[in-house]
């Protein structure tokens, strides 16, 4: 990723971290550091009430809270379109006030929802906002900006379209691209993804975390939906209502100990289920007794029938998963397709979290989730009963080791 | 017809030259006008408070007729076509600077955050922002002020024969030709309909960011006002 990589066009920043600098250095460090700043807007309204962050290093830091808690106008301290009233911002180390606001600016990507694009701008125009007033050739501003349509996953039919005629979710992917542009080391975004529908944003969500692990930027994500927290953030703050911080920490420690009742609130009655996503379901013993091919004879389907599992799972000869039978209404050389119970949705067994296998196996008719490896052969069977002993277990390791736990192990 | 075209030659003009001096005459002031409502309408955008009584005095401006302007200005600047064109640039205010500034700011407030965030400074932003966005607004007082102008420039006859098409209606009546002051409000409302259509054609070339069926929305509302200011325009050439 090349960014601002001529001198004489590179913005000068406050601190020397562009682009691929930033490689090298230790992951989650502290880049911007929150030091009990408050808010008090001219009518009184204190937004933001003695906030402490310590906002890690190429990482997704994402701010959660209740409408009016003080988000927006958080991140906007961090970049200085809002000014702290008490406290200070220091970023990498240095006071933000010390250099001007649109040096300090253009060294932060800004994304908003409803992306904000300027409707009388095409998209490369618009992703090209900054490397041209940052003095880019028009040539190599576009050209740039046609490589991060492709980054965001924009079609390049795309490029010479008006905003009015994108979707919403394309105009979000313009809007990160255009914060993407001149290679900030520094991503604010304000709610992005929250004017899309569900799918729309699932794959946003999706797209960001992909980005980011490509890029390492330093990510500050402000949404009030606590599913999208727990999803993208490394880290995440709860904010309450007044502005205040009450808790600063990995998202599996936030759904396994929360603060106090006001964050268990937020997090909702199914912290329990939703915290099954940190857990791999790599350690669950999965059986391979009950799974017969389709073209099995009738001594294996006798065979199979003996252990002590109620149903037999029947797959095709490329060993994917067709459907659930009683061991009785098998004949050998005869299996009628039709004729066999759904098996719901497999999850894929070691890169699926645990909560996706509870979730199979309790959509499963039978209630036993079916396993796949990753071409989508069945790899094995496992019952709701071991899957509840596997949580248990995991429960029990993660409070032993809780400081080892590696909060993105298994994909949510 | 002849006699339609046969211009008296007290007005020192034939057809054609009447209708290029009514062009500069109504045209010149709007011009005029957008150069001083454009910082105008920024200082009222910026400074809130300062729009009603810049709207205030506008208004009122634009209430004083355009005869004692000239009791006024003939003083200073003599029986000549800036005398006509001064009054022409100040009532074109009172559309301007309201066009602009509504057209400024109904740019969305995130379009504005992300400028600001991306590290445009205020003018910047004004000049490549928001003007631009504000530019469908803009031509829409522009053609209300062009169309009410060239049907204003005609009571420059008052002041010897400075209403370059409206002239005509002085001589059909000293000469008793009825058929001059036929010309002089045919021609004016022809030239108000072309002056009125390029506009629209500059807007679409403007504006090619425009949603095609939200286009169709928004000029009935500015296209339906253009046509009824014609009206009263024509009927305010009188003043
Ligand atoms: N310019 C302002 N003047 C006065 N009060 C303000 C201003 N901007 C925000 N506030 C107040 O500050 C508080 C925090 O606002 P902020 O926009 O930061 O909330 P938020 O957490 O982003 O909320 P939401 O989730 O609804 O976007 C609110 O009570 C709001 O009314
Ligand atoms: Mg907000």
Redesign the pocket.
């Known amino acids: 990723m090349r960014g601002l990589d001529s001198p004489r066009n590179g913005p000068k920043l406050g601190w020397s971290r562009v682009g691929g600098i930033s490689q090298t250095r230790r992951v989650f460090g502290v880049l911007i550091r929150i030091d009990s700043v408050t808010k008090r807007?001219?009518?009184g309204?204190v937004?933001?009430d003695r906030l402490s962050l310590d906002i890690p290093d190429r990482s997704i830091t994402v701010l959660v809270?209740?409408?009016?808690?003080?988000?927006?106008?958080?991140l906007r301290m961090i970049n200085r379109m809002v000014e702290p009233s008490e406290g200070t911002i220091l970023i990498d180390g240095v006071d933000s006030r010390q250099q001007s606001v649109n040096t300090l600016r253009r060294g932060m990507g800004y994304v908003i929802q409803n992306a904000g694009l300027f409707q009388h701008r095409t998209v490369v125009d618009n992703i090209a906002t900054v490397p041209r007033m940052l003095g880019w050739s028009k040539d190599k501003a576009r050209a740039r900006a046609r490589e991060l349509m492709e980054r965001v996953g924009l079609d390049a039919s795309f490029a010479k379209r008006y905003p009015y005629q994108l979707s919403g979710g394309q105009q979000q992917r313009v809007g990160v691209a255009r914060a993407l542009a001149a290679d900030p080391p520094v991503l604010l975004m304000?709610?992005p993804f929250s004017a899309v529908d569900p799918v729309v944003r699932k794959g946003l969500q999706d797209e960001l975390l992909r980005l980011q692990a490509e890029l390492g930027k330093t990510i500050v994500f402000?949404t009030?939906d606590i599913d999208e927290a727990v999803k993208l953030g490394t880290m995440v703050a709860v904010?309450r209502t007044g502005?205040r911080l009450a808790q600063f920490a990995p998202p599996a420690e936030l759904l396994s100990d929360p603060a106090d009742a006001f964050v268990e609130d937020f997090l909702g009655a199914d912290r329990g289920i939703r915290r099954l996503s940190f857990f791999s379901s790599g350690g669950l013993d999965l059986l391979t007794a009950p799974v017969v091919a389709v073209d099995a004879t009738a001594e294996q389907i006798a065979c199979r029938a003996a252990s002590d599992v109620p149903y037999l799972l029947v797959t095709g000869l490329d060993g994917r998963p067709l459907g659930w039978s009683e061991p009785g209404a098998l004949t050998a050389g005869r299996v009628d397709v039709g004729q066999l119970l759904p098996y719901g949705r497999p999850f894929v067994a070691g890169k699926d979290s645990l909560r996706a296998a509870l979730d199979c196996a309790v959509l499963s008719p039978t209630g036993w989730a079916v396993a796949v490896d990753a071409e989508g052969r069945a790899a094995g069977v496992v019952s709701q009963t071991a899957i509840g002993e596997a949580i248990r277990g995991a429960h029990a390791h993660a409070s032993a080791h809780a400081a080892s736990v590696d909060p993105k192990a298994a994909t949510r | 017809m002849n006699r339609f075209f046969d211009i008296p030659s007290d007005l020192q003009h034939d057809w054609l030259g009447l209708i290029v001096v009514h062009l500069r005459e109504a045209l010149l002031p709007v011009l005029g006008g957008l150069l001083l409502a454009l910082p105008l309408a920024q200082l009222c955008v910026r400074l809130r408070w300062l729009y009603p009584p810049v709207l205030w005095v506008t208004t009122v401006l634009y209430a004083i007729p355009s005869l004692a302007f000239f009791v006024v200005l003939i003083d200073y600047t003599g029986q000549t076509e800036l005398t006509v064109m001064i009054p022409l640039t100040v009532y074109s205010l009172v559309v301007l600077v309201p066009a602009i500034v509504d057209g400024v700011r109904s740019v969305p407030q995130e379009t504005l955050a992300a400028a600001t965030a991306m590290g445009f400074g205020p003018v910047r932003r004004y000049v490549q922002v928001q003007l631009p966005i504000a530019v469908p607004a803009i031509l829409a007082g522009l053609r209300v002020a062009t169309v009410s102008s060239i049907s204003l420039v005609s009571v420059g006859m008052l002041i010897g024969n400075q209403g370059a098409l409206g002239n005509l209606l002085h001589d059909a009546q000293i000469y008793n030709r009825p058929e001059l002051a036929w010309n002089s409000v045919i021609t004016s409302a022809a030239l108000a309909v072309l002056a009125d259509g390029a506009l629209v054609v500059v807007r679409v070339l403007l504006t090619p960011w425009m949603p095609g069926a939200k286009r169709g929305a928004k000029s009935r509302t500015a296209g339906a006002r253009p046509e009824s200011a014609a009206v009263p325009a024509l009927e305010d050439a009188a003043r």
Do not use: I, Q
């Open positions: 807007y001219p009518d309204t937004a933001v809270g209740p409408s009016g808690c003080g988000k927006t106008t958080t304000d709610e402000v009030h904010l502005g």
